[in-house]
């Protein structure tokens, strides 16, 4: 018999630790390698993780509630075989290189501080092992540490918020000191929210939550502007209501208007590279691959944005068995973690929900998002060698959000009447293959 300790997988992009939610099994209970061993959760995405190997568990190593870093044992189970010892996740190291070019700090894997998970002396706030180690390195005390606003998860501080306080620590934008709030404004920040006996007060989920913090520095790192075009879809619309019945006959998926939208995009995309991009400080990086986001409402209310990688590579029908596959598994939360990373530009199809057009906020580190509004018949112009005629036309606004900090008025115009040119251009005579 051998005592073999099982390590926290690799969870995705920039992904250093999880959440524990529940272990599946209990400490002498049997598993089978690949079978689920416990669900944790990420500022991503709540997952199962399976186990590496086949075994008794003998013992948790981290409890529910705590955080299981990458790379870091999180059980102990027995097995028949000889004992053998798991490689580290390749993230703590490329996290613990981006940590020491961003800041000099240096940072040792093996170091205590970093294995350990410490509160605060003074709350019951706990830190993650990597947050703990920056904080040590640079001298920062458990008070100063508590002050820190946190945009993880359960307000967690997370690296990204300890750095940008040591940046502003080491360059305060402005060191003269603050007028004291008009007495207006005093009173606006101090009023209490009152309640009736009518009201229904609900916590928030982590999800919803995640989801907030995210919008709101959406909307605080990047100005965003929008542009909107109307698109004639009539061509679109009797191609689908033609082939639709046959494509589920054939290929047993429902055709929907999204693999014809997201197709459009990729297009575009493909003539307006720029706007595959990402912002990282005063860098611009151009993304080579196409990863298209699809805004997925799920049913509690909430919202996920599962990625289709290199979605310029599917065919037509390739595109709508993909978009079918990650909407269904969306919303039955059956997405794994490298379903949600490495986007690099959004859709979102509002007309779903009988929405006409609206504004949506980019997907961070994004610089543009689409929405696509209902598709509705109106009597419209239409021009032919005869003269100009009143017709009845299927129409659809597309609305275009592009961070303006990178993407001018002219790009992101452009862009999105290059999506209308591609839709309203559909061949009505088009062949699946």
């Known amino acids: 018999m051998a005592q073999i300790e099982i390590i926290m997988p690799k969870m995705g992009e920039s992904i250093m630790e999880a959440t524990v939610l529940s272990w599946l099994k209990k400490v002498g209970e049997r598993i089978e390698a690949d079978e689920y061993l416990l669900e944790v959760a990420t500022d991503k995405i709540d997952t199962e993780v399976p186990s ?6 003998k013992q948790y190593l981290v409890q529910e509630g705590d955080i299981a870093v990458i790379g870091k044992p999180i059980c102990i189970i027995e097995t028949d ?10 993230t703590i190291e ?16 093996t170091n205590q501080a970093i294995t350990e998970t410490v509160p605060s002396d003074t709350t019951n706030r706990f830190y993650s092992p990597l947050v703990m180690s920056i904080a040590n390195e640079e001298g920062i005390s458990a008070q100063e540490l508590s002050q820190i606003a946190g945009t993880g998860s359960e307000g967690r501080v997370t690296k990204h918020d300890i750095l940008a306080y040591l940046q502003n620590r080491k360059n305060p934008v402005n060191t003269a000191p603050k007028a004291a709030p008009t007495p207006v404004v005093e009173a606006v920040k101090t009023a209490p929210i009152t309640f009736s006996g009518q009201d229904e007060i609900v916590q928030m989920d982590r999800m919803r939550r995640m989801i907030a913090d995210r919008m709101v520095d959406s909307k605080r790192i990047a100005p965003h ?12 619309s009797l191609w689908r209501e033609g082939i639709k019945n046959s494509f589920k006959k054939e290929y047993g998926e429902n055709i929907t208007y999204t693999p014809l939208l ?5 297009k575009a995309i493909k003539d307006f590279p720029k706007i595959n991009a990402s912002v990282d400080g005063d860098k611009i990086i151009y993304r080579k691959n196409i990863n298209i986001g699809m805004a997925v409402a799920l049913p509690n209310g909430n919202l996920i944005v599962p990625v289709i990688h290199n979605a310029d590579s599917y065919n037509l029908i390739g595109l709508t068995k993909k978009v079918n596959d990650i909407t269904q598994r969306a919303r039955e939360n059956k997405l794994r973690p490298a379903d949600l990373e490495g986007g690099t530009y959004t859709i979102s199809n509002i007309g779903t929900f009988g929405n006409i057009m609206g504004t ?9 998002i689409i929405a696509f509004g209902a598709i509705q018949k109106k009597p419209s112009v239409i021009e032919t060698p005869q003269g100009d005629l009143i017709g009845i036309r299927q129409k659809m606004f597309i609305s275009h959000s592009y961070d303006h900090r990178v993407v001018d008025g002219s790009l992101g115009g452009q862009f999105v009447k290059r999506v209308s040119d591609y839709l309203e251009g559909f061949d009505l005579k088009r062949n699946l293959i």
């Open 225 to 236: 502007v929008t542009s909107f075009v109307e698109t004639d879809m009539t061509t679109v």
């Open 262 to 266: 997201i197709e459009a995009v990729v």
């Open 94 to 109: 490329k996290e613990i290189e981006e940590i020491q070019s961003l800041t000099g700090i240096n940072l040792d894997p």
């Open 52 to 57: 590496s190997h086949s075994g008794i568990v």
């Open 81 to 90: 075989g000889e004992a053998s010892s798991e490689p580290v996740s390749e």
């Open 360 to 368: 949506p906020i980019i997907m961070q580190p994004q610089v543009a």
